[in-house]
């Protein structure tokens, strides 16, 4: 089963969602839309990162 993970999971008001077979694809995915749709400040990507990786730890477990 593939995982998924949106925008509002990280905190977003978005309806962006994406999936992949794994986490690492997943999250990918989810960080180059953030960068693109909404924000050029690495810190801040860092900061969705993190929550990213979290939910998807959490979802794969
Ligand atoms: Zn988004």
Avoid: N
Avoid at 6 to 22: A, L, N, Q, R, W
Avoid at 46 to 58: F, G, K, N
Wanted: charged share 25%.
């Amino acid at each position: 089963m593939p995982l998924s993970i949106s925008c509002k999971e990280i905190g977003m008001d978005c309806d962006f969602v994406t999936d992949g077979e794994t986490g690492e694809i997943v999250i990918d995915s989810l960080m180059r839309h953030v960068h693109t749709e909404h924000s050029e400040d690495w810190f801040e990507i860092e900061e969705y990162y993190q929550a990213a990786c979290a939910i998807i730890q959490m979802k794969a477990a």
